[in-house]
């Protein structure tokens, strides 16, 4: 599967996940968000806008596009050989970098072995033996499946 592929997939997971959102609004923790769960920063033109702001499709899907390229790097630092990795394990890992970053996925260490080794039904029971799996509901259950399903 091609990176592009793989994006195009979890941008499908992402959106049934996080919404798809035209104005800026409050996530769950309180925090400014557009579009396809994009908390907005400083960096961004948005910064000042007041809830309810309308966004543009075009900068929603240009947002996304970025922040799914930090998720995939960050998944392909967190994990050796990425691309190797069966194709349901990598938008496992791709969604879970974008919903959590780098820095909270790499702390699912059981887990990143066990993907390392290619036993995935492992990896699954790892991602379910965590606080994040307990938070994100559905979610967390919808990626757990898929991750005992992956097929190297």
Same mark, same amino acid.
């Given at each position: 599967?091609?990176?592009?592929e793989?994006?195009?997939?979890?941008?499908?997971?992402l959106?049934?996940?996080?919404?798809?959102?035209?104005?800026?609004?409050?996530?769950?923790?309180?925090?400014?968000?557009?579009?396809?769960?994009?908390?907005?920063?400083?960096?961004?033109?948005?910064?000042t806008w007041?809830?309810?702001?309308?966004?543009?499709?075009?900068?929603?899907?240009?947002?996304?596009?970025?922040?799914?390229?930090?998720?995939?790097?960050?998944?392909c630092?967190?994990?050796?050989?990425?691309? #190797?990795?069966?194709?349901? /394990?990598?938008?496992?890992?791709?969604?879970?970098?974008?919903?959590?970053?780098?820095? &909270?996925? =790499? +702390?699912?260490?059981?887990?990143?072995?066990?993907?390392?080794? #290619?036993?995935?039904?492992? /990896?699954?029971?790892?991602?379910?033996?965590?606080?994040?799996?307990?938070?994100?509901? &559905?979610? =967390? +259950?919808?990626?757990?499946?898929?991750?005992?399903?992956?097929k190297?």
């Amino acid at each position: 599967m091609t990176k592009d592929e793989l994006i195009e997939i979890v941008k499908e997971d992402l959106v049934r996940h996080e919404g798809y959102v035209t104005e800026i609004y409050l996530c769950s923790e309180g925090y400014p968000t557009f579009g396809i769960g994009h908390m907005v920063t400083e960096d961004d033109m948005e910064h000042t806008w007041p809830v309810g702001t309308p966004v543009t499709d075009e900068r929603i899907l240009d947002v996304f596009r970025k922040d799914c390229d930090i998720a995939y790097t960050d998944a392909c630092t967190l994990v050796l050989n990425f691309a #190797g990795q069966a194709p349901d /394990a990598q938008r496992v890992l791709v969604n879970m970098a974008f919903n959590l970053g780098r820095n &909270r996925l =790499s +702390q699912f260490k059981n887990m990143l072995r066990y993907v390392n080794e #290619g036993n995935y039904l492992m /990896a699954a029971n790892e991602m379910i033996d965590s606080k994040w799996y307990r938070q994100v509901g &559905r979610r =967390s +259950q919808e990626l757990v499946d898929i991750m005992k399903e992956a097929k190297a």
